[in-house]
């Protein structure tokens, strides 16, 4: 009788401690509800994927032509669209009517001179002229200019290595000139001055020419040392060269005209 009371203590006081373990001893549990006790809800933790974005950049198209004033004088971009360069001087054109001849250019002689479009950019204006030279003068041509500064005072152009300027037109031989008032050129006679032959292509063509490259032409005229005549320009020239067996037609066009140091 004794082991039996006994053992109903014992198994009384494991059950207490069975049932009153779950919740802190506060009441007693049913088996099933501190059976779900036991279980801790595991969190679902939903991961938001991570993306990789990979932009795919399509290349365009490599323009060719970059705006170059570094380190550089612009004489003119021709963008204003009127007709004076950045430095004051006026465009013009001009043609072999001094000398009898009857070659003909576009924009007229003594009139004011004009810009046209596209140019380079496609955003501004070109200097162009049109025309056509005939075979009456014998060394017949056309051509454009521009004066270096409002009172056509000369420029010592010593200080540049290089002039740079883009070109389009129809194929033919074409001459850039630095006119010079030294005094061993005498005008209209002996205006041999230093200048440099360039095609000008279909498509716009940039030009980059060392001033040491420019040269007289042989045979004529007086010959002149080029920094004496490079230290006294009042113009840049832009003419027909070759002439013609029989009258043709010209297409200039001309733009961003660049010196640099
Ligand atoms: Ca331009």
């Given at each position: 009788m004794r082991l039996k009371i006994c053992f109903i203590v014992v198994l009384t006081v494991l059950l207490n401690v069975l049932f009153t373990g779950c919740n802190g001893g506060h009441r007693p549990m049913h088996p099933d509800e501190c059976l779900r006790c036991t279980?801790?809800?595991?969190?679902?933790?939903?991961?938001?994927?991570?993306?990789?974005?990979?932009?795919?950049?399509?290349?365009?198209?490599?323009?060719?032509?970059?705006?170059?004033?570094?380190e550089s004088d612009l004489l003119d971009n021709m963008d204003d669209g009127d007709n004076i360069n950045n430095w004051g001087g006026f465009w013009y054109t001009y043609n072999d009517y001094v000398f009898g001849g009857d070659s003909y250019v576009?924009?007229?002689?003594?009139?004011?001179?004009?810009?046209?479009?596209?140019?380079?950019?496609?955003?501004g204006y070109a200097?162009?002229?049109?025309?056509?030279?005939?075979?009456?003068?014998?060394?017949?041509?056309?051509?454009?200019g521009t004066m270096l500064n409002s009172l056509k005072n000369p420029v010592d152009l010593n200080k540049y290595?290089?002039?740079?300027?883009?070109?389009?037109?129809?194929?033919?031989?074409?001459?850039?000139?630095?006119?010079s008032v030294y005094p061993d050129f005498m005008y209209f006679v002996g205006n041999n001055h230093y200048g440099y032959d360039f095609i000008a292509p279909a498509n716009w063509t940039q030009y980059e020419i060392y001033l040491t490259q420019f040269?007289?032409?042989?045979?004529?005229?007086?010959?002149?040392?080029?920094?004496?005549?490079?230290?006294?320009?009042?113009?840049?020239?832009f003419q027909t060269t070759s002439v013609p067996a029989a009258p043709r037609d010209v297409d200039l066009w001309i733009d961003e005209i660049i010196f640099e140091k």
């Open positions: 279980f801790t809800k595991t969190p679902v933790i939903y991961l938001t994927p991570t993306f990789t974005v990979t932009f795919t950049i399509t290349p365009t198209n490599t323009p060719t032509y970059t705006p170059d004033v570094m576009v924009p007229l002689v003594d009139t004011p001179f004009y810009m046209q479009r596209p140019d380079i950019s496609y955003k200097a162009r002229i049109t025309g056509y030279v005939t075979t009456t003068f014998m060394y017949s041509y056309i051509g454009m290595s290089k002039i740079k300027f883009w070109c389009k037109g129809d194929g033919a031989k074409y001459r850039i000139m630095l006119a040269t007289q032409e042989p045979y004529w005229g007086n010959i002149v040392e080029r920094t004496l005549a490079l230290s006294k320009v009042t113009d840049i020239w």
